[in-house]
């Protein structure tokens, strides 16, 4: 008689290798596949342009591209030595993909800086000479006339109200509900467009006052139809503390999807050469044993 006995493998490590790819995939899923999935032609177009390499982060309210990095390309156009040649390649770029970032002659030069052996060039949107806030696009370029980086904020199908509220009156409602002090410097007092989060654009005043004692700042939005303060923000920041309504990115999202990412990476790999080491010392062994 023969008698056989298999030694059977672990299935509890597999489960736990597929739950690292999971959190190993999740960061690239919602960065490239759930916000980008209404936008594959764009995206797919891009990189099959400037190459493959690149991460995209979309803005889902504006419907574009917020970030293009993680890669670069040459753009064909030699050294970038001047500001000019940095604008001028900026500008030919983002013409040239004008569909992709919402670019129809809404743009106007905000910026050129030159650092770190590249150059970063930002415009603003405007709409009928006013600014529409928050309405941005950038361009990175290194010295090598690469392209770097990109990302493009713009509002699309922009409109406006005529104002009611004049500069003075709007000064003064933002000064009421301002500090109790005698001393207040107005450091703007601009209309803009203000993108509001009902999907609608308003025109408002933004209006920034200071004062020294006490220590205070804040910017309010005041729509120049309604007379309504629609937003708030304080311009005085103590210690560590962070003016959320100023940014843009969320950073903490970013590092977190990284760990995760880089978790699912640890889990993986150790479990493998746990695998090994276990598979290796209790190999799957046959035991043939004859009875006459």
């Known amino acids: 008689m023969k008698k056989i006995q298999i030694k059977k493998g672990f299935p509890i490590y597999s489960v736990l290798i597929i739950l690292g790819l999971i959190l190993a995939r999740t960061p690239f899923v919602n960065a490239d596949e759930t916000s980008l999935s209404n936008n594959t032609h764009f995206i797919e177009s891009f990189k099959q342009k400037y190459g493959?390499?690149?991460i995209i982060k979309w803005n889902e309210i504006t419907d574009t591209p917020h970030s293009i990095l993680g890669s670069s390309y040459d753009l064909g156009v030699g050294t970038i030595s001047s500001e000019e040649k940095a604008e001028m390649t900026a500008t030919d770029f983002l013409s040239?993909?004008?569909?992709?970032?919402k670019i129809n002659n809404n743009l106007k030069l905000l910026s050129v800086e030159q650092g770190n052996n590249e150059w970063y060039v930002e415009?603003?949107?405007?709409?009928?000479?006013?600014?529409v806030f928050n309405g941005q696009a950038f361009v990175t370029l290194s010295n090598n006339g690469e392209l770097i980086s990109t990302?493009?904020?713009?509002?699309?199908?922009?409109?406006?109200?005529e104002p009611f509220l004049n500069k003075e009156d709007a000064i003064k409602l933002a000064k009421d509900n301002f500090s109790n002090t005698p001393k207040v410097e107005i450091k703007k007092a601009l209309l803009i467009i203000y993108p509001g989060e009902d999907n609608q654009y308003y025109t408002v005043w933004d209006i920034q006052l200071f004062s020294n004692s006490p220590l205070e700042g804040k910017e309010y939005f005041i729509d120049s139809v309604s007379g309504n303060i629609i937003s708030e923000n304080n311009l005085i920041v103590s210690g560590d503390e962070e003016d959320e309504s100023n940014v843009k990115n969320n950073d903490s999202e970013d590092r977190n999807g990284q760990i995760i990412f880089l978790l699912g990476i640890v889990i993986i790999i150790a479990l493998v050469l746990l695998v090994l080491y276990r598979y290796n010392k209790n190999k799957p062994t046959r035991k043939i044993k004859n009875e006459i």
Request: glycine letters at 4%; proline letters at 0%; charged letters at 15%.
């Open 123 to 131: 415009y603003q949107q405007y709409h009928q000479d006013l600014i």
């Open 96 to 101: 040239e993909n004008s569909d992709m970032f």
């Open 52 to 54: 493959s390499n690149w």
């Open 151 to 161: 990302g493009s904020d713009i509002y699309s199908s922009v409109y406006v109200d």
